[in-house]
């Protein structure tokens, strides 16, 4: 569980570089999105090959069915995340989206039989409260209500997305990641295909963020993070995952020499102490472990 931790939070710290390198690329949100979902597929598939491993998935139908649903969820919250981006900006479009682990937590002692701790509780209500001083500022403005509309189904998306792919519990590692982003590519793919034909212009500088964000945020990221999420409590997910949004934040302040004032600060503050101080109880847990090994 130590590594499949890991391996969870450095996903997110990838996730959360994915504004500032798409902030880099000159096409529209959908094109970025197909663009990523395709070389991030390629490359699992040839690591996927390469390792000369075997699908089982033919053998675990049923669970390939919630991990086909997972992947199209995929495929949808992004599409719906990147158009709210375009509709009311990156900060409340990324409000939004994040309420899905807030979902998925408070669905979870139904679903999954997880109980809802007095410290889960708190270290959530510590991070969303953290999210909304950080991003809250730009609920202040003025947004359409599409744009509103788009936020609220990226947010249902990533609920569904994480629901159904804990639900694949024997289709698991890299196969589960080249699964989940190979369904998500087809349904971004038919999307744009249906809305604009696959005609792409794309220019000589653009190339270097597409392969980044397509090769190691996308493809590396999603391998990262499906491959851990099976084996982490759905409470945990969803409360670190608030710390993609986190990131990016501090990635903008770091790299694009964005302004972060004292609210945002203090919410940077809550949102690293809520998911820290929620993740106690797991972390005690894993050292009693530890102690009682052989050796």
């Known amino acids: 569980m130590k590594k499949s931790y890991f391996k969870y939070l450095l996903s997110l710290l990838l996730?959360?570089?994915?504004?500032?390198?798409?902030?880099?690329?000159?096409?529209?949100?959908?094109?970025?999105?197909?663009?990523?979902?395709?070389?991030?597929?390629?490359?699992l598939l040839g690591i996927f090959v390469f390792s000369r491993k075997k699908f089982t998935f033919l053998k675990h139908k049923?669970?390939?069915?919630?991990?086909?649903?997972?992947?199209?969820?995929?495929?949808?919250?992004?599409?719906?995340?990147?158009?709210?981006?375009?509709?009311?900006g990156?900060?409340?479009?990324?409000?939004?989206?994040?309420?899905?682990?807030?979902?998925?937590?408070?669905?979870?002692?139904?679903?999954?039989?997880?109980?809802?701790?007095l410290v889960k509780?708190?270290?959530?209500?510590?991070?969303?409260?953290?999210?909304?001083?950080?991003?809250?500022h730009a609920l202040q403005g003025g947004k359409t209500g599409f744009g509103?509309?788009?936020?609220?189904?990226?947010?249902?998306?990533?609920?569904?997305?994480?629901?159904?792919?804990?639900?694949?519990?024997?289709?698991?590692?890299?196969?589960?990641?080249?699964?989940?982003l190979a369904i998500s590519f087809l349904t971004v793919a038919v999307f744009v295909g249906l809305k604009q034909g696959y005609?792409?212009?794309?220019?000589?500088?653009d190339w270097t963020p597409i392969l980044v964000l397509g090769l190691l945020n996308t493809g590396i990221g999603c391998y990262l993070y499906f491959s851990s999420i099976g084996n982490l409590p759905v409470q945990t997910v969803s409360t670190c995952g608030y710390l993609e949004p986190?990131?990016?934040?501090l990635f903008s302040v770091l790299f694009l020499n964005e302004a972060m004032n004292l609210q945002q600060a203090l919410g940077a503050v809550l949102v690293i102490g809520g998911a820290v101080f929620s993740e106690m109880p797991l972390r005690i847990h894993l050292h009693k472990e530890k102690r009682y090994l052989p050796g």
Request: proline fraction near 1%.
């Open 15 to 43: 996730f959360g570089s994915n504004g500032l390198i798409a902030s880099r690329i000159a096409l529209s949100s959908s094109e970025i999105v197909l663009l990523r979902t395709m070389f991030g597929t390629l490359l």
């Open 148 to 180: 509103l509309f788009l936020g609220v189904m990226s947010a249902i998306m990533y609920a569904i997305m994480i629901i159904f792919n804990k639900k694949a519990i024997q289709i698991t590692g890299m196969e589960n990641s080249l699964l989940q």
């Open 90 to 117: 990156v900060s409340t479009a990324s409000l939004l989206y994040y309420c899905g682990p807030v979902i998925v937590m408070v669905l979870s002692p139904l679903l999954f039989k997880e109980h809802l701790t």
């Open 246 to 249: 986190l990131s990016a934040v």
């Open 62 to 88: 049923r669970q390939f069915a919630c991990l086909a649903i997972s992947g199209i969820a995929t495929g949808l919250s992004w599409i719906f995340l990147y158009e709210a981006y375009n509709q009311i």
């Open 199 to 205: 005609h792409i212009s794309i220019a000589l500088s």
């Open 121 to 136: 509780v708190t270290g959530a209500l510590s991070v969303l409260l953290g999210i909304f001083l950080v991003n809250g």
